[in-house]
């Protein structure tokens, strides 16, 4: 598995890369940037980025330049304090995935692996939330079924 790192805090990206290789997943780029981002996925071409929500850049708008170049690739967005609006910002970017930069470093390999295999990951504290949010969007869904949705990411 490929992943692309892009966060503007070097100690960050040098922490979780070591996390992502201690896993046995294989970290292709880093980026600081948004654009340095887009860029390095261009060329790279990852199965995962892991994109810091609030880089110079706007983590957001580089996520979705992304998955409108690379349509395959997952993208899962990092913040430091997790939040309603945040999340529903990165579901509606297309990121499968929003995590709390204090992940347990242990489970993050975990966590991307299952990205990548399919899966979402996004705060179990945060989705009652997100999933009112998208249904007040989309009024014709408001009364359907609720999509299985298998959360990777634990967090109270």
Same mark, same amino acid.
């Given at each position: 598995?490929?992943?692309?790192?892009?966060?503007?805090?070097?100690?960050?990206?040098?922490?979780?890369?070591?996390?992502?290789?201690?896993?046995?997943?294989?970290?292709?780029?880093?980026?600081?940037?948004?654009?340095?981002?887009?860029?390095?996925?261009?060329?790279?071409?990852?199965?995962?980025?892991?994109?810091?929500?609030?880089?110079?850049?706007?983590?957001?708008?580089?996520?979705?330049?992304?998955?409108?170049?690379?349509?395959?690739?997952?993208?899962?967005?990092?913040?430091?304090?997790?939040?309603?609006?945040?999340?529903?910002?990165?579901?509606?970017?297309?990121?499968?995935?929003?995590?709390?930069?204090?992940?347990?470093?242990?489970?993050?390999? &975990?966590?991307? &692996?299952?990205?990548?295999?399919?899966?979402?990951?996004?705060?179990?504290?945060?989705?009652?939330?997100?999933? &009112?949010?998208?249904? &007040?969007?989309?009024?014709?869904?408001?009364?359907?079924?609720?999509?299985?949705?298998?959360?990777?990411?634990?967090?109270?």
């Amino acid at each position: 598995m490929r992943v692309l790192i892009a966060d503007d805090h070097a100690p960050t990206r040098a922490d979780l890369r070591e996390s992502l290789e201690h896993g046995g997943i294989d970290v292709v780029a880093e980026a600081a940037t948004g654009a340095e981002a887009i860029d390095s996925a261009v060329r790279t071409r990852p199965d995962v980025c892991l994109i810091d929500i609030y880089m110079p850049g706007d983590g957001i708008a580089t996520a979705g330049n992304i998955l409108h170049a690379l349509p395959s690739t997952k993208v899962v967005l990092i913040t430091a304090t997790p939040d309603e609006t945040g999340a529903l910002a990165a579901a509606r970017a297309g990121a499968v995935g929003y995590l709390g930069k204090d992940i347990d470093p242990r489970r993050l390999p &975990q966590v991307i &692996q299952a990205v990548a295999a399919g899966e979402t990951a996004y705060p179990r504290r945060l989705m009652h939330k997100l999933l &009112q949010a998208l249904r &007040q969007a989309s009024p014709e869904r408001k009364h359907s079924p609720l999509p299985r949705c298998v959360i990777s990411y634990c967090a109270a």
